[in-house]
């Protein structure tokens, strides 16, 4: 069995589809985090990945969804305005909520929908288990530079050093970076690293200690852009699908 790990699908579920139908079979698939916002289909996007009980570490849009969406749940349940611009929302979150059927887009705001308590439900599970999801993962991979291989959303040697303080600054500094980080990791540290979060322009950027997999599948109408990518972690390929058809593509 190889890992395959997918970067950044921001809620472009067409292209994980036809993704994953490139990637070889019996292939473990592993994902960087930030599963949705942005794209039109995040709900169908975190339901693939639970349902097929895959490997996936947290993102920071998954952060987002966490503080924001339960805002939006505690908004709802009490009968509130609903808040129509946050940090959240403006990153891609409106796309998620109407992915969810939570909402719908009238003058370009947010109107709850009339039988919003029957969807809701499938919201806030979801946040339960984003909740879980953990900040890095570290493979059982054979990768050809024999090194250990660690899955985040942001490039993590440069804290490396501090996974497993008890020191309430350094807990947050390397929380911080993992999900925040846009800085590219020197070769500091005994590890090969998978991560996303900052788009790649034409393909992956790869080094002998890192890949950054994320190559900007939502940004469609940008050149170079608007694929999602997966690397396979024994072989060392990378395998790119758009949400286009094959024969669109073609």
């Known amino acids: 069995m190889n890992y395959c790990v997918i970067g950044d699908v921001h809620g472009e579920y067409q292209a994980l589809l036809n993704l994953t139908s490139k990637i070889p079979k019996k292939s473990e698939l592993v994902f960087v985090g930030d599963l949705i916002d942005r794209g039109e289909q995040s709900a169908h996007v975190v339901r693939f990945v639970r349902e097929h009980n895959l490997l996936c570490v947290k993102g920071n849009h998954e952060i987002m969804m966490i503080e924001y969406g339960s805002q939006f749940i505690d908004d709802i349940k009490n009968n509130r305005v609903l808040t129509q611009d946050n940090m959240w929302l403006s990153h891609g979150g409106r796309e998620t909520l109407v992915s969810y059927g939570l909402v719908h887009i009238e003058d370009n705001k947010m109107v709850p929908h009339v039988f919003i308590e029957e969807f809701i439900f499938q919201f806030e599970d979801d946040i339960e288990w984003m909740k879980k999801l953990p900040i890095y993962l570290e493979l059982d991979a054979n990768h050809p530079s024999h090194r250990k291989v660690v899955v985040s959303h942001?490039?993590?040697?440069?804290?490396?050093?501090?996974?497993?303080?008890?020191?309430?600054?350094?807990?947050?500094?390397?929380?911080?970076?993992?999900?925040?980080?846009?800085?590219?990791?020197?070769?500091?540290?005994?590890?090969?690293?998978?991560?996303?979060?900052?788009?790649?322009?034409?393909?992956?950027?790869?080094?002998?200690?890192?890949?950054?997999?994320?190559?900007?599948?939502?940004?469609?109408?940008?050149?170079?852009?608007?694929?999602?990518?997966?690397?396979?972690?024994?072989?060392?390929?990378?395998?790119?699908?758009?949400?286009?058809?094959?024969?669109?593509?073609?």
Not at 196 to 213: E, F, K, L, R, V
């Open 154 to 250: 942001s490039a993590i040697a440069p804290v490396w050093k501090m996974k497993e303080s008890k020191e309430l600054e350094e807990i947050k500094k390397f929380t911080d970076v993992v999900l925040w980080g846009r800085t590219k990791p020197m070769d500091i540290e005994p590890i090969f690293n998978i991560f996303g979060h900052t788009p790649q322009q034409y393909s992956a950027d790869m080094h002998g200690h890192y890949i950054n997999i994320d190559t900007g599948c939502y940004k469609k109408h940008d050149k170079g852009y608007g694929v999602l990518s997966a690397y396979c972690v024994e072989t060392g390929e990378v395998y790119s699908a758009s949400d286009l058809s094959y024969a669109e593509a073609s």
